[in-house]
Nanobody, 120 residues
Framework: QVQLVESGGGLVQPGGSLRLSCATNGFTFDTYRMNWYRQAPGKERELVAGIQTLNAGPNYADSVKGRFIISRDNYKNTVYLQMNGLKAEDTAVYFC?????????????WGRGTQVTVSS
């Protein structure tokens, strides 16, 4: 049973911080690239951050560089997104996404999302 469950979303004032978590089970977490996406109303889903299997090669959207940090704990099968200096434009549903490869086949798993609202 594959599960990706996000938590940590909520309402925060501009300039504040939140830490999102994505707890997983049912797949070989440490062989999958882990990612955070977000989708705001009326906008396409966009990649926020990604991290490789052994905590190497993190990447970030230009809009969040210097503010967000992605990390993973392969012992806990959990990926995190630390969000600092939040702005109103960060308001979105944030999704956890896992991608793995085997014999040329891509395996994708999505969480259901957690709402982040940045407002004064």
């Amino acid at each position: 049973q594959v599960q990706l469950v996000e938590s940590g979303g909520g309402l925060v004032q501009p300039g504040g911080s939140l830490r999102l978590s994505c707890a997983t089970n049912g797949f070989t977490f440490d062989t999958y690239r882990m990612n955070w996406y977000r989708q705001a109303p009326g906008k396409e889903r966009e990649l926020v951050a990604g991290i490789q299997t052994l905590n190497a090669g993190p990447n970030y959207a230009d809009s969040v560089k210097g503010r967000f940090i992605i990390s993973r704990d392969n012992y806990k099968n959990t990926v995190y997104l630390q969000m600092n200096g939040l702005k109103a434009e960060d308001t979105a549903v944030y999704f956890c996404f896992a991608r793995g490869f085997r014999r040329g086949i891509t395996y994708d798993y999505w969480g259901r999302g957690t709402q982040v609202t940045v407002s004064s």
